[in-house]
């Protein structure tokens, strides 16, 4: 039996239960070669947590009789450094720590964390130490205390800090006064890393390894705690949080042989969830792409319990990043942002830099006018990943654009009543194969948006400002409406036959008993410029005049001919399909039209 440690963030009862472990233990070395006091910066869901109880197992002096039992077999029992169980190790986990209240109670809160901590330490190695350790005072105090015990004995400390901006991040989005007051002179989260520091400069602190979401709370730090190096964009560290693929078509591999699944299901599966979870590039000078390891544990368990992919594709565990996302594209500069990276064709956004370092007052100030901060922070939120072109980032996968195509409809579609009547028309689609009902809410909802974006401009061109508008905004509003995971594998630009489709829904194998449409749609965007008509005429034209118009005319052309190609190219990769080919053409942004392609290149206006 395959047990999948899907959040499950405990390394010692995956080891002792025998349940899958991706092996990450050869980045021990590369850490102690890094330095001595080091930050580590990864997106939420990304497995920092059971990076931070692998450290503790190998450095945790308790354990050198388990050494075999729980690193035999993996990269580091092979061949250990000599610091491997040499150490107290003392942990704290920030997300623990309540961030309700204000400064006072913030901080007794954290004392309570310190507090509790040095417990479970001194009852861990009540057999290694001599002297009695102070776990009721301050944190400072309770440090110190706990330093004077520990230099009694041969060994050194190691203090993992999980999670350090944790609670810290929800009062810094709930009370920036608070937020200022436990950073300030004095500030009691400010004078437990000042505490921390010192422990380091001689008194048998000897090593800390810290993880969190982003550099926000480590910049406002400042000289409390600036002898950590950030280590988060080395090279070697790319690949420490994250599958491979090789190693996601291995586990397929296991999963295929126990159930007996067929290999058209195996590389169903690994398509699915290239296309989903992988993309994540953490250095310029990584030569591959990681894979979300919660989101591929979530699907792998889910295939291997049930025989078939999870429902929903996307982890329900993303609820925060939504959260953060909307309130980025309430200001200025975010939504800026997110109308750039859903109308690049490519899903990405040039910067100047990426930003290693901000503070809050920067944050709060550079979000409604500085499109780097955004940047930098949807890339430490996981939402946008590094390229191999230097100032550029991107969309990852396909759940995270999902996450971005939710937010493009909302800033287009502010009343929450005309996003759930676009979900009842898509289903109607999905059904029935009628367009018609998509084409009149867009033309009624959407299109005004988009004009008034517009203004005859040209599309923009990656990386340059202004307020274009091309295709990809309608496609990705499409997108945005028909986007049903859990009916639908959804492909925008799928490679076919060496071209690239706009978009494509295929219905899931376990779907199809519902009757669903499989969807491929192409489209098409004439300006008010090549038709020499303002929007008023454009408007009040008939729809068969406006067919007739040159411009119009041959875009129907050119995508009722991509449409088909396309659609040959789709059923000859895929078998049979149950499917409605669609050409969808935007005029002036003042119109919409569409039609659905018969096979053969006929064309068929349905009611």
């Known amino acids: 039996m395959i047990e999948f440690p899907y959040g499950i963030a405990d390394f010692r009862r995956i080891r002792r239960q025998r349940r899958i472990y991706v092996d990450r233990t050869d980045h021990i070395r590369a850490l102690e070669m890094l330095g001595d006091i080091l930050v580590f910066l990864r997106p939420r869901r990304f497995g920092k947590s059971l990076w931070l109880q692998t450290l503790a197992n190998y450095y945790d002096l308790r354990r050198a009789g388990e050494f075999d039992a729980l690193f035999g077999g993996l990269a580091i029992g092979r061949q250990p450094t000599p610091l491997a169980n040499r150490y107290f190790v003392l942990q704290w986990n920030f997300s623990t720590v309540s961030a309700s209240g204000g400064v006072e109670q913030i901080a007794e809160n954290l004392r309570k964390h310190v507090s509790a901590r040095a417990k479970v330490f001194v009852s861990d ?164 792409l990681v894979y979300n390891p919660t989101n591929a544990l979530y699907f792998l368990r ?146 005004p948006v988009l004009s008034n974006r517009d203004r005859g401009a040209p599309p923009r061109k990656p990386g340059q400002s202004g307020s274009g508008v091309n295709e990809m905004v309608v496609k990705n509003l499409f997108l945005s409406i028909l986007f049903a995971d859990n009916y639908y594998r959804t492909f925008s630009e799928p490679e076919l036959d060496k071209t690239y489709a706009d978009l494509c829904l295929l219905v899931r194998p376990e779907m199809r008993r519902y009757g669903f449409f499989d969807l491929l749609f192409e489209f098409k965007l004439v300006r008010r410029k090549e038709l020499k008509k303002n929007g008023q005429e454009l408007r009040a034209m008939e729809e068969a005049a406006l067919r007739q118009l040159p411009g119009v005319a041959k875009a129907f052309t050119e995508a009722r001919e991509q449409a088909e190609r396309y659609r040959a190219a789709l059923v000859k990769r895929e078998g049979e399909l149950n499917l409605r080919s669609y050409a969808v053409v935007a005029v002036g942004l003042q119109r919409i039209l569409g039609e659905e392609i018969e096979r053969g290149g006929g064309h068929v206006l349905r009611p």
């Open 302 to 447: 889910s295939l291997y319990l049930h025989g078939k992919p999870p429902k929903e594709l996307h982890d329900e565990n993303l609820r925060t990043d939504r959260g953060k996302l909307t309130f980025i594209a309430h200001t200025a500069a975010g939504a800026g942002v997110i109308e750039r990276l859903t109308e690049a064709g490519d899903g990405t956004i040039g910067i100047s830099k990426l930003e290693r370092s901000f503070s809050l007052d920067d944050l709060t100030t550079q979000l409604e006018r500085d499109a780097d901060v955004v940047a930098s922070l949807l890339y430490y939120m996981g939402l946008l990943t590094q390229t191999d072109v230097p100032f550029r980032l991107r969309i990852p996968n396909l759940v995270v654009r999902k996450l971005f195509l939710d937010r493009l409809l909302e800033i287009c579609l502010p009343d929450a009543g005309d996003s759930s009547g676009a979900r009842k028309i898509a289903m109607g689609i999905f059904q029935t194969g009628n367009l018609q009902p998509l084409l009149e809410f867009f033309e009624e909802k959407l299109l």
């Open 125 to 288: 190695y009540r057999d290694h130490l001599v002297d009695p350790v102070e776990t009721d005072g301050n944190p400072a105090e309770i440090i110190t205390s706990l330093l004077i015990a520990v230099s009694q004995t041969p060994y050194k400390l190691y203090l993992l800090i999980d999670e350090y901006d944790n609670f810290i991040n929800e009062v810094m989005v709930r009370d920036v006064d608070t937020y200022h007051a436990l950073f300030g002179k004095d500030g009691p989260y400010k004078e437990l890393f000042k505490s921390v520091k010192s422990a380091t400069e001689g008194q048998g602190l000897e090593r800390v390894f810290v993880t969190g979401v982003s550099p926000v709370a480590l910049n406002d730090l400042t000289s409390g705690f600036n002898n950590a190096t950030d280590v988060s964009l080395e090279p070697a560290l790319g690949s420490l949080c994250g599958f491979r693929e090789k190693e996601i078509a291995d586990l397929l591999e296991m999963i295929a042989a126990e159930l007996k699944l067929s290999r058209e299901a195996v590389d169903q599966a690994l398509d699915t969830m290239r296309t989903w979870y992988n993309g994540y590039l953490f250095s310029e000078d990584m030569d591959e």
